[in-house]
């Protein structure tokens, strides 16, 4: 492994690979329809991207702006309706169509109004042919925002699991995090989403906050388990450049390199919160997930990150079939995001993909590997051979062997490859560290704006 992934766990968060900063333009800018002609479709999934949020958290760097000028969500909308139009014609004959999961991420989603999220609900169900009552369907959401109008709308529409932003139950912590709510607050959202009846509570909590000890991280996660949440989220935070708290220079992520202190703060935290939910009845799914045992299937644990079929509509949403993934262009910096999402809702023709990363046999092998690993339950050897006609050995040699012999990987000559407790602890150096050479080399040129 290289230095820079040995002397510090925190590299990268992966979703998604490759990630969006390896996408580039499209010079044939292809047709869906023809992207989608020989894809299965008998088990889609659906993303739909809202990209607003009524604040934006010092450490985001997702796809959002903050507020929307009169008019704006009812034009999004409009596009998104005109995207959803284009994408089911490209799709085909509606007989062979089937979703199998939904997903309302963000941004925040409940930045819509009740009226708006009915409208968002029908265009997934009018539009796309989506059964939102007889699949999984998850929706962001973050306390403000998590009315008691809006969460009825989302019961009623079908509504499975409900993910709320908390960050953290400590009111200095959300200020520290550039994250202004109140405890009280946050308690009443979790009533009301509580009183609507989703049958999944998620609740996201850092760890690594400015200030944050182990004893008010334990106060955190006290909190979060007296309202028995069925999913728990544990995030490590990153603080990236230009971000809130990236443009202060108040992230070691922004110095020249790692930060031992910060890094030995995050996995003693992370330790303790893994122990602490363990101990409550929780079994772990990654090194971020943990699931009550007794929750309900969810089906797809991670809502299709990792497979293909997967359509997505919005400007920040990201499509996958076998040979291309694409999206619209991506931005971390307000300006640029304002004028992506500007240039968005004025588009008419939507029936061609625009940003994107081929992927080849290689990379496909390389990202079913990589996401089934960074998993609990690892990878079954004889799926991955039945799947590519080889083992991961055989593929992969020399990466396992350096995972083995830092003591994070289990079964390289067995049944099932797994990540020990402390390669799961180190999942954020572990996914890079399995980067194709082609995705570091696209990510590390990409210009951020």
Not at 24 to 30: A, F, G, K, S, T
Not at 39 to 55: G, M, N, R
Not at 205 to 215: A, F, K, R, V
Not at 271 to 298: E, K, V
Request: aromatic fraction near 8%; charge should be negative; charged fraction near 25%.
């Amino acid at each position: 492994m290289t230095t820079a992934q040995l002397t510090s766990p925190y590299q990268h968060y992966v979703y998604a690979y490759p990630h969006k900063t390896a996408y580039r333009p499209l010079p044939d800018r292809p047709a869906l329809a023809g992207l989608w002609a020989d894809e299965p479709k008998d088990a889609l999934s659906l993303y739909l991207h809202i990209p607003f949020c009524e604040v934006r958290c010092g450490f985001c760097n997702l796809f959002t702006r903050v507020g929307a000028p009169e008019g704006l969500t009812g034009a999004y909308l409009d596009a998104l309706e005109r995207q959803a139009v284009a994408v089911r014609e490209a799709l085909g004959e509606s007989d062979r169509v089937r979703f199998a999961t939904a997903a309302f991420g963000g941004g925040t989603p409940t930045f819509l109004t009740a009226a708006e999220l009915e409208r968002l609900c029908d265009l997934a169900e009018h539009r796309m042919g989506a059964d939102l009552r007889a699949i999984p369907l998850s929706v962001e959401a973050s306390p403000a925002t998590a009315t008691a109008d809006r969460l009825t709308v989302l019961a009623d529409r079908g509504a499975t699991r409900l993910s709320l932003g908390v960050q953290s139950f400590v009111d200095s912590e959300a200020r520290a995090a550039v994250r202004p709510q109140r405890r009280a607050d946050v308690e009443a959202a979790l009533g009301r989403v509580r009183d609507a009846r989703i049958p999944v509570l998620n609740i996201d909590l850092i760890y690594g906050i400015d200030g944050q000890t182990e004893h008010t991280w334990r106060q955190s996660l006290d909190a979060a388990l007296a309202w028995r949440p069925e999913e728990l989220y544990l995030y490590p935070l990153y603080v990236r450049p230009l971000t809130g708290l990236g443009r202060r220079g108040q992230g070691p992520d922004t110095g020249p390199g790692p930060d031992p202190a910060w890094d030995e703060q995050r996995l003693r935290l992370y330790r303790a919160g893994r122990d602490h939910l363990l101990a409550h009845g929780y079994t772990q799914q990654s090194m971020r997930m943990f699931r009550r045992a007794d929750a309900p299937a969810q089906g797809s644990d991670d809502y299709a990150c990792q497979t293909d079929g997967m359509i997505g509509l919005g400007c920040g949403a990201r499509s996958y079939t076998a040979g291309l993934h694409y999206s619209f262009d991506y931005a971390v910096g307000m300006h640029e995001i304002r004028g992506i999402i500007d240039t968005y809702v004025t588009t008419t023709d939507f029936s061609r993909a625009e940003v994107g990363y081929a992927m080849d046999a290689h990379e496909a092998r390389r990202r079913h590997l990589l996401q089934s690993l960074l998993q609990a339950d690892g990878l079954p050897v004889e799926d991955y051979r039945a799947r590519f006609g080889a083992t991961p050995a055989e593929d992969f040699g020399p990466e396992l062997a350096r995972l083995t012999d830092h003591g994070w990987l289990t079964g390289a000559d067995g049944t099932i490859l797994r990540l020990t407790p402390e390669g799961l602890a180190h999942s954020d150096a572990i996914g890079p560290e399995l980067f194709s050479p082609a995705v570091r080399a696209a990510m590390a040129a990409y210009e951020r704006k």
